[in-house]
């Protein structure tokens, strides 16, 4: 972000840390913008509360209601603006430290199912984690599968002996990104004749085993000569189901065993699979319980003291992503504060214009960079690396010191079986009962955002996180790319979030006294998504049907009391549209974002509020569906060229079709009625109704485009239409308030 910043401090340079942290700067303009806006959204308020009319009360409250918690909600988000930071790491200076004594890692990496999750793609994350920059010796890569596939288990031998090749390719050429997938889908091949045969002879060795592994998902089955070959196949020798079986460990390298080497004789990292324990009577915690298994598991195989968390699509982009990691916890005056080390989580499929609203520019460059100056970013998930002894409950206290040599690195007593045996019993389904597991213990229960009340109870606990954003992502995975997965993600992640607001960790509650009360507003712009969604309905449907009926809900432009509502509005806009170009956004991409923001507020945020308030009263429960990491062929295409999937009816379809749809009848019935009407409603009046509804009806031309003039089968669904087309005779007919 091309913002003024301050050279790194003299000290710092002196004392040779591990890492640097500057100020962004540019924050005048901002507090000036700030400032002024704030003074606004009172006058706004003002205004509200000094004019209510004697005919339509009850919709000028709501319109007070709504700016109410619209200037709220506009507060909270300054929180994280205030103080930015960025991170700077000096990796030269680690390695003239420590050289290769660094510390032990392990990798969580996990998978749910392999309809969603294709094992070949699951596969290329875990190839890209075993080739990191870092002594093999020390990393300790295991998959998670939820879904207990034989496919994975299988895809995970394969990858095992293609690692034997890749990884010294990997080094030989220092190549980037170390995902086979990624890297031989550039376009770009060496020049060198020698490298380009290897290239060419590796690049073979991949495409075929990727063969091998789709088409045994295609069958569904894998060759029984294979299954001859390990003995992890016998587990699924009765047919398993995904939610009822027995434990699985197996340890498919082990980097203690002086065999495991590859194709030039260095030692390979150790390679787990496991999948938990299921039993349909036992509920499974979903991610977080997967993640408290491999905790465990982990413990009796290579105990490291750093974790790191990756979803099964986040290949790692920057093998370096390690070392950055241990500039931060080996520093040595902040390192014995810093509870875990997040990276920003970047999609490698978001189109140019940002159609899904997916581009996390701003949430990563403006948003965990403020968090970062408050006491640290949010933990997110996945690209994050976590001091094993920290994820598991401890207190900060001052003068805690981590055992960096902690790690099982030597053969002990106990043969490859004993260990698995003695994994496979943590990993049972009532392993956890009357323990603090997910509750004091591991990642937290009880939310589908897991990883966010983790992160909260740990910033309770009095550590610090720090948000590192390389020049070259550390992680790069895959968002949605049809508005259903959209809506479904971020409904997910609604229902989450707000379920911690609702319960004993709500940030203003649980963070009172542990936390600093900017920390609790900027945690709760995200747990107070879903109550966006009543007021954003509400303007977006009232002041076009008073625009309709005649009924005037903002100020005449003749009157100074329009100032604020424009000035508020204009400000906000162009800033938030300045606060994405700087990030790298397109100016349309803002503008789809501006979209996708309307929808997901009357849409995801809508449902997931209401979900969340009934698995809080006990009414449901609580449910947390994998995000699908491939979509259909036609699908996909109209992805490309950026055009709005629809397809199937959905509820949701019919909310936004018919808010649209309203909005176009109120902006062409409404002008007709007040000029036809006589001089005793000038639309003088209805000014800003016009403009806002305008502009509604401007966002609005995909969905328009979708209902009636598309023909390919990603169209809103006529019935859809016909619904929607309903409702807006029916709103019309009804009185307003
Ligand atoms: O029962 C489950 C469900 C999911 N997963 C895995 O968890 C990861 C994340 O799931 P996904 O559906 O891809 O989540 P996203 O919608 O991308 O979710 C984001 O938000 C989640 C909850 O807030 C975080 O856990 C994720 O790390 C973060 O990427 C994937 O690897 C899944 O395979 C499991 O292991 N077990
Ligand atoms: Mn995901």
């Not at 879904?147 to 080094?171: D, T």
């Not at 690396?385 to 401890?394: A, D, N, P, T, V």
Request: hydrophobic share 40%; charged share 20%.
């Amino acid at each position: 972000m091309p913002l003024v910043s301050n050279s790194i401090s003299l000290r710092e340079m002196e004392m040779e840390r591990l890492f640097a942290t500057e100020k962004v700067g540019g924050r005048a303009l901002y507090k000036l913008q700030a400032v002024t806006v704030f003074l606004g959204i009172c006058l706004v308020l003002c205004y509200r509360v000094t004019h209510i009319p004697a005919a339509g009360t009850a919709a000028w409250l709501g319109m007070l209601a709504a700016e109410l918690w619209f200037g709220f909600y506009w507060i909270l988000t300054q929180s994280v603006r205030w103080r930015p930071i960025r991170r700077h790491t000096f990796k030269d200076r680690l390695a003239a430290r420590y050289g290769e004594r660094l510390p032990c890692v392990d990798i969580f990496v996990c998978t749910a199912d392999p309809r969603l999750e294709p094992p070949s793609l699951v596969m290329a994350t875990v190839l890209s984690l075993m080739a990191y920059n870092y002594p093999p010796e020390k990393l300790n890569v295991y998959l998670s599968d939820d879904g207990c596939s034989i496919l994975n288990f299988y895809a995970l031998w394969e990858a095992a002996s293609f690692a034997k090749h890749w990884l010294p390719f990997c080094r030989r050429y220092n190549i980037e990104p170390r995902s086979p997938a990624a890297y031989f889908a550039q376009s770009d091949k060496p020049y060198d004749p020698q490298a380009l045969e290897e290239w060419s002879f590796v690049k073979g060795l991949y495409e075929e085993m990727t063969e091998r592994i789709d088409s045994s998902v295609r069958s569904d089955n894998v060759p029984e000569e294979i299954k001859a070959n390990h003995k992890g196949f016998s587990e699924w020798s009765t047919r398993l189901s995904s939610k009822d079986h027995q434990p699985i460990v197996q340890v498919v390298i082990d980097g203690k065993d002086r065999n495991a080497v590859d194709n030039e004789g260095n030692v390979l990292p150790t390679l787990v699979y496991m999948a938990r324990e299921k039993r349909p009577q036992y509920h499974h915690n979903f991610k977080a319980g997967a993640m408290n298994t491999l905790i465990r598991v982990s413990s009796v195989i290579s105990n490291s003291p750093i974790i790191l968390i990756v979803d099964c699509d986040m290949y790692s982009n920057n093998s370096d992503a390690i070392r950055d990691a241990m500039c931060f916890f080996l520093d040595q005056e902040m390192g014995h504060k810093i509870a875990f080390v997040q990276n920003p989580q970047n999609y490698n499929n978001v189109t140019k214009n940002n159609i899904y609203g997916n581009s996390s520019n701003v949430f990563n460059q403006v948003e965990l960079r403020g968090f970062d100056g408050l006491v640290g970013p949010l933990y997110i998930g996945t690209g994050c690396f976590h001091r094993r002894e920290i994820l598991c409950g401890r207190r900060f206290t001052n003068d805690y010191k981590e055992d960096w040599d902690r790690g099982i690195k030597e053969k002990g007593n106990l043969s490859i079986d004993q260990i698995e045996e003695k994994a496979k019993s943590l990993a049972t389904c009532i392993y956890e009962h009357n323990t603090q597991w997910g509750n004091e213990i591991g990642v937290t229960y009880g939310s589908a955002a897991e990883d966010i009340i983790t992160g909260l109870i740990i910033h309770c606990k009095g550590w610090i996180s720090v948000f590192n954003n390389p020049p070259r992502a550390a992680f790069t995975g895959v968002g949605p790319t049809t508005l259903a997965h959209t809506i479904q993600q971020h409904k997910k992640w609604c229902e989450g979030v707000f379920s911690i607001f609702l319960s004993k960790y709500c940030p203003f509650i649980f963070g009172n006294g542990n936390i600093s009360l900017q920390l609790q507003m900027a945690y709760s712009i995200y747990s107070l998504w879903a109550p966006n969604s009543l007021p954003t309905l509400y303007y977006l449907i009232i002041p076009s049907v008073g625009l309709l009926k005649g009924i005037p809900l903002f100020p005449e432009i003749t009157s100074l009391w329009i100032m604020p509502y424009i000035y508020v509005s204009v400000v906000t806009n162009i800033y938030s549209a300045y606060e994405a170009l700087l990030c790298g956004d397109t100016l349309k991409g803002w503008w789809n974002g501006q979209r996708m923001w309307m929808i997901r507020r009357i849409t995801s945020y809508l449902y997931g509020g209401i979900d969340a308030v009934r698995n809080t009263l006990g009414l449901s429960k609580m449910g947390c569906p994998v995000s699908p990491k491939v979509s259909g062929e036609g699908e996909s295409k109209r992805y490309e060229q950026e055009i709005m999937e629809f397809g199937s009816s959905s509820p949701e379809y019919v909310i936004i079709a018919t808010i649209a749809l309203l909005n176009l009848v109120c902006l062409v019935g409404g002008p007709c009625r007040i000029l036809t009407s006589g001089g005793d409603m000038p639309l003088t009046g209805f000014f800003l109704h016009v403009v806002l509804c305008g502009l509604l009806v401007a966002i609005n031309i995909p969905i328009y485009e979708a209902m009636f003039l598309r023909k390919d089968r990603g169209r809103i669904p006529f019935s859809v239409t016909l619904i929607s087309i309903g409702f807006v005779m029916l709103s019309l007919f009804a009185p307003l308030l």
